[in-house]
Structure formats: structure tokens, C-alpha cells
């Protein structure tokens, strides 16, 4: 069982950077893959990036890739998302989840989830 509890979100204006930290419970924390989803009013849930439990391997999501950054602490037990040069678009609540599997996109295959933090960027 792996309790997850997301922090970092804020009000920021476009352009801004902000730092998630997905910090986790449970000491086998090292074993879970993470992955960061966001969620927008109105708007489906979408996958934004993850880690595999290797750390050696992590995926982007396209429309953010070459604004935010994936990282992870197992001595932390905690997941990091660094997100630069934000826009408006990026506002949504952004959850972390983690499983003990493969890296993938879909949410439905991670098993735990935390409650969600606001990210708003004004424009």
C-alpha cells in the first residue's frame, strides 16, 4: 500500500516555474513507477510524465517536454515535476500516481493516486 500526498501548486503568472513533489509512504517506495497526470476544467484527464521504478528511464508528454522535467529521490521517497516557462494552458489540477509496473500513459494501470494539487498560471 503506498499513500501519495502532492504539493507545489500555486498561483503563478505565465512564464513562472514551479516545483511538484509527489511524496510518498512506504518503504518500498524504490519499487513504484510514478507518473504525473493533470486534469483541466471540462477537460479529460491527460498523462504529463513519469518515472520508472529504474529511474533510468522516464517519459514526456509532448506538449510539455521541452518545458517541465521529471525527477525522483528514493531516499525521499519522493517524485519531483519541474515546470518552467509555464502558460495558461498548464493550469489544472495535476495528480501523482504510481504502480509497480511498466511506465505507461494510461491512467487506469496506476493503482494509487494522490488527492491533486492546483497549478494556476494568469496570464
Known amino acids: 500500500q503506498v499513500q501519495l500526498v502532492e504539493s507545489g501548486g500555486g498561483l503563478v503568472q505565465a512564464g513562472g516555474s514551479l516545483r511538484l513533489s509527489c511524496e510518498a509512504s512506504?518503504?518500498?517506495?524504490?519499487?513504484?513507477?510514478v507518473g504525473w497526470f493533470r486534469q483541466a476544467p471540462g477537460k479529460e484527464r491527460e498523462f504529463v510524465a513519469g518515472i520508472h521504478s529504474s529511474v533510468t528511464r522516464t517519459a514526456i508528454s509532448d506538449s510539455v517536454k521541452s518545458r517541465f522535467a521529471i525527477s525522483r529521490d528514493n531516499a525521499k521517497n519522493t517524485v519531483y515535476l519541474q515546470m518552467n516557462s509555464l502558460k495558461p494552458e498548464d493550469t489544472a489540477v495535476y495528480y501523482c500516481a504510481a504502480n509497480r509496473g511498466p511506465l505507461v500513459v494510461v491512467g487506469s494501470m496506476y493503482d494509487y493516486w494522490g488527492q491533486g494539487t492546483q497549478v494556476t498560471v494568469s496570464s
Open positions: 512506504g518503504r518500498t517506495f524504490s519499487s513504484y513507477t
